[in-house]
């Protein structure tokens, strides 16, 4: 539950839950079935009518988020299914299943309802094939625009050849390009650029130093995750993967973001000892994933490999190599087991305490250091104050979520709305800031690290005082793991860069028959636009880098 | 000059060299630092002798420029090598240059997929000769943990000549360190054999053969458009 501003309880939403009848009286006809996921019930409806039945659900029901949007191909339909929440109350879900027929594949667009439709629609084009009728711009967004098929579709034929052409991308505002009374310019950033923290393309048209329009082209890290989970066994060989998403590394949210889902799905608890490790670490991730965020932004604005970067990275390394102690790596831990951990805390276990103990004792003088050398420095505050500006709306209407959204005042966190792990139990505070502005996106940040620090140490000592006959770290858990025939479940979790979700769908067999990935960097950079139109360029830069995307996670 | 004595050994048995500026400044116990195993080998001869290609190999291997090039997870381990702690720096090649034209080394630190390696093709093409190649972590050598996707490039080898792996996913720094080492010495010593598996090259799409992809897609590229064509069956 949100704390501040209780909104009025709708008619659809009791203390109980969501009330899907209610509901389902309130879209009628729409409505031509019923399906139940985990995480929620599911409406079916007609594919010509999806932008009523989502109009209704967010104007008359308060659904203002759509969380995820997936795709996937049956033997008999394709499938578009519509994950929506509301921002007040994470808890609150509903799904909205579109079935269209394998020959003639056309689904109504979401995107008037929703603008963050617009990317999640676009990818499930590129690669599932489902054509989205109204869609403002349906062309790939992943894979090349000559790829023949849709890889994640049922038929696709992996060793056909493909060509990828390299050329001179076009100034989507061609009138004026190279007009002798226009000064519009189209400049290229990316994908190889400092700048751009990865390989990101930012297609950007100037008018002199500033954005008029900035269009920005994903995929040069697309390496098949999903298709890779998808023919992986649910008990061993999936969880390598999710380190690789966010490799900042948010390694251990982004397995626990795997792990909740399938814990769910095949109903697997959970020892408490382990969920205090599980929360440990999280928060060590996230303290690292935020310190790098914190280097790379600084960087993006005073220029090179200086003081502010060296600082962050030293606090990496600490962070880095308790980790290391903790999982045996420093970047892709594949420490979380399905209803549990790898292993209990490396002995002797006091060490490993004092050591954890010592960061977090040298931390408040390192965030006084960071303080004194961005947040109260003039030249910063003049580059980020007021710069980048996302209006609450817009951070709600593109599906931002994580420090993004936190910083434009939208008060949401699932480790508070949507507990899971130890979080519940332990005493911490949800930081939030209403000045929408790349500035804020850094005072997030630099909360969220201390608040991260105060968890952690909770944690430790909860864990020093554990009485050693119960530190059970996993539960168990069948060799193979075959869930129950067409189970569906939606599970979100909240990474370093927000809710990271994973869909999935069961089929019987020991790998799951669709995988999907809801990640946060995909929404968050979808709000680029909006945030640098209009700017000077070196605006775009700072509001790229105050959005600390992992292109990893962008691409999956 | 006399018949007999070589030039070079008309300077060893000559008068010692003037030292005592030098001792006088290094003071009393004073380290041998500046008596470095060179200036030992020739005794007291201020002179090298050396071919100049090999003095200009040793140059370079002692100083490169890296280029600021990330693309993965890879590039996470990459940035911590060139910071504090490990400081590939003190190597003499940790300055990352963000402009391929400035660089003389690119680390490809991560997987290349098939939209990147025109890109990553044309980044390499970009720097001056003599270059070198360090490929880091599994996917940059075979693809790694993802070499079965529809996308992936089966490692970098595919596409640009690489001169040395360093595996890991990813190489701890120390790896990284010491494969940066390694293709240090291998240029001071002037070795370098870079192999390239499977060119994928960028080609005018006229001058592809007509089959039923090329068919495909003659509406939508031109003759002159650089493309790269991809033989997934090929792969190794």
Redesign the interface.
């Known amino acids: 539950m949100s704390l501040e501003e209780p909104q009025p309880e709708s008619t659809y939403v009791t203390d109980e839950g969501v009330d899907y009848d209610a509901l389902e009286s309130l879209l009628g006809a729409h409505v031509l079935g019923r399906e139940t996921h985990l995480n929620a019930e599911a409406f079916v409806i007609r594919p010509d009518e999806v932008q009523e039945v989502l109009g209704l659900l967010k104007d008359e029901a308060g659904f203002d988020y759509l969380s995820c949007v997936t795709a996937q191909e049956y033997e008999d339909r394709y499938e578009s299914i519509y994950h929506l929440k509301k921002y007040g109350d994470m808890t609150r879900e509903v799904g909205v299943v579109v079935p269209v027929p394998r020959d003639d594949p056309v689904s109504q667009t979401a995107a008037p309802v929703y603008k963050t439709a617009d990317w999640h629609e676009r990818e499930a084009y590129d690669l599932v094939g489902i054509e989205y009728e109204g869609h403002p711009d349906l062309r790939r967004i992943l894979l090349p625009e000559t790829w023949q098929g849709h890889p994640l579709g049922l038929d696709y034929d992996q060793d056909k050849p493909q060509i990828v052409p390299y050329r001179e991308h076009v100034n989507p505002i061609e009138g004026d390009y190279r007009d002798s009374d226009s000064d519009t310019m189209f400049i290229n950033i990316g994908p190889h650029h400092p700048a751009t923290h990865g390989v990101l393309h930012l297609k950007a048209v100037l008018d002199g130093e500033q954005v008029v329009d900035v269009d920005p082209d994903i995929g040069y890290l697309h390496r098949c995750e999903e298709q890779m989970c998808q023919q992986s066994t649910y008990r061993h060989q999936i969880m390598p993967y999710p380190d690789r998403w966010d490799y900042a590394p948010g390694g251990l949210m982004n397995e626990w973001a795997y792990a909740r889902a399938v814990e769910d799905l095949a109903d697997i608890d959970v020892p408490e000892y382990a969920q205090v490790i599980r929360t440990m670490g999280a928060e060590l991730c996230r303290m690292c994933s935020h310190m790098l965020a914190l280097g790379t932004f600084c960087l993006d604005i005073y220029g090179d490999f200086t003081a502010i970067f060296m600082y962050a990275m030293r606090d990496r390394e600490k962070l880095q190599s308790i980790l290391e102690d903790l999982t045996g790596q420093r970047m892709m831990f594949n420490y979380l087991r399905l209803g549990g951990v790898a292993w209990d805390l490396p002995e002797p276990r006091e060490e490993f305490f004092e050591k954890t103990r010592d960061f977090l004792e040298d931390l408040p003088v390192a965030t006084q250091e960071y303080h004194d050398l961005i947040t109260s420095n003039e030249i910063f505050q003049i580059r980020t104050v007021g710069t980048g500006v996302l209006p609450p709306e817009a951070a709600k209407e593109y599906g931002a979520t994580g420090p993004v959204a936190r910083a434009s005042g939208v008060d949401m966190d699932l480790r508070r709305d949507d507990p899971y792990g130890y979080y519940d139990e332990l005493d911490w505070e949800v930081a939030v800031e209403h000045g929408c502005d790349n500035y804020s996106r850094l005072l997030v940040r630099m909360r969220e690290v201390e608040q991260s620090a105060k968890i952690v140490e909770q944690c430790i000592d909860l864990l020093e005082e554990w009485p050693e006959e119960d530190r059970e770290i996993q539960s168990n858990v069948p060799r193979t793991l075959k869930p129950d025939p067409d189970t569906e479940v939606y599970r979100g979790v909240e990474a370093a860069k927000g809710e990271l979700g994973i869909y999935m769908r069961s089929d019987g067999t020991a790998k799951p028959a669709r995988f999907k990935i809801r990640s946060p960097c995909f929404s968050n950079l979808s709000t680029l636009g909006e945030m640098a139109e209009g700017e000077y360029v070196a605006d775009l830069i700072a509001s790229l880098g105050s959005l600390d995307i992992i292109l990893g996670e962008v691409d999956r | 000059m006399s018949s007999e004595k070589s030039p070079r050994q008309s300077i060893i048995d000559g008068k010692p060299a003037q030292t005592k500026t030098r001792d006088a400044r290094m003071g009393e116990g004073a380290d041998n630092r500046f008596n470095s195993p060179l200036r030992e080998a020739f005794g007291t001869s201020p002179f090298i002798l050396t071919k100049f290609d090999q003095f200009l190999n040793w140059c370079r291997g002692s100083s490169m420029f890296m280029l ?6 890879c ?3 990459m ?2 090598t ?4 490990h400081d590939l720096d003190r190597f003499g090649s940790g300055v ?1 240059r ?1 402009s ?1 034209r400035q660089a003389d080394t690119i680390i490809i630190p ?2 290349v ?8 093709k ?2 390499y093409d970009q720097m001056a000769e003599p270059k070198f190649v360090v490929n880091m972590g599994s ?1 940059a050598i075979s693809g790694g ?2 070499q ?5 490039v089966k490692g970098a080898e595919e596409v640009i000549p690489v001169d040395i792996h360093v595996p890991g ?2 190489p ?1 720094p120390e790896a990284l360190v010491y494969g940066v080492v390694k293709l240090q010495e291998r240029i001071a010593n002037g070795e370098s054999s870079p192999v390239v598996v499977k060119p994928y090259e ?1 080609e005018p ?1 006229g001058d ?1 053969e007509q089959d039923e ?2 068919e ?2 003659t509406e ?2 031109d003759d002159d ?9 090929d792969s190794p």
């Not at chain 2, 600021?68 to 997870?73: P, S, T, V």
Request: proline fraction near 8%; hydrophobic fraction near 45%; aromatic fraction near 14%.
């Open positions: 600021q090039f990330g693309i993965a997870c590039s996470l381990e940035m911590h060139y910071a504090v702690k990352p963000a391929p991560g997987t997929v098939s939209k990147f390696a025109p890109r990553m044309r980044v996917c943990p993802f079965e996707g529809y996308n992936v996913c990813p701890r960028l799409f592809l992809v090329v495909k897609l939508q590229l458009d650089l493309v790269m064509r991809y033989n997934w069956a």
